[in-house]
Nanobody, 127 residues
């Protein structure tokens, strides 16, 4: 069974930076989608950034474009989210998610097709 293990959350001030990491342990399959979703208290889970390991494709929510960068190390089955110029509204629990189905994902920033999730890592941005 694949486990997604996140690390790198924490507390920063407005304008600061953090890097999140997620490793898909014990994964030995083909190409997959993997990305980062956030969920703030009282709000729905929403996608920030996703990458597809079979190409250079990446997707970003408009709210994070230019501030967040998703990258990966396929050999290590690890995806990173470099977050810069953090804002108070970025405060949320961040979850790593993976879609190992092998199917085309027409809406990679929506959570529906993702069946594997990490435990979450908290990011708190204070002003």
């Amino acid at each position: 069974q694949v486990h997604l293990v996140e690390s790198g959350g924490g507390s920063v001030q407005t304008g600061g930076s953090l890097r999140l990491s997620c490793i898909a342990s014990q994964y030995t399959g083909g190409y997959y989608y993997m990305g980062w979703f956030r969920q703030a208290p009282g709000k729905e889970r929403e996608g920030d950034a996703v990458t597809y390991t079979g190409s250079n494709a990446t997707w970003y929510d408009d709210s994070v474009k230019g501030r967040f960068t998703i990258s990966r190390d396929n050999a290590k089955s690890t995806v990173y989210l470099q977050m810069a110029n953090l804002k108070h509204e970025d405060t949320a629990m961040y979850y790593c998610a993976a879609d190992f189905s092998g199917r085309f994902n027409s809406r990679p920033l929506t959570s529906g097709q993702y069946t594997d999730w990490g435990q979450g890592t908290q990011v708190t941005v204070s002003s």
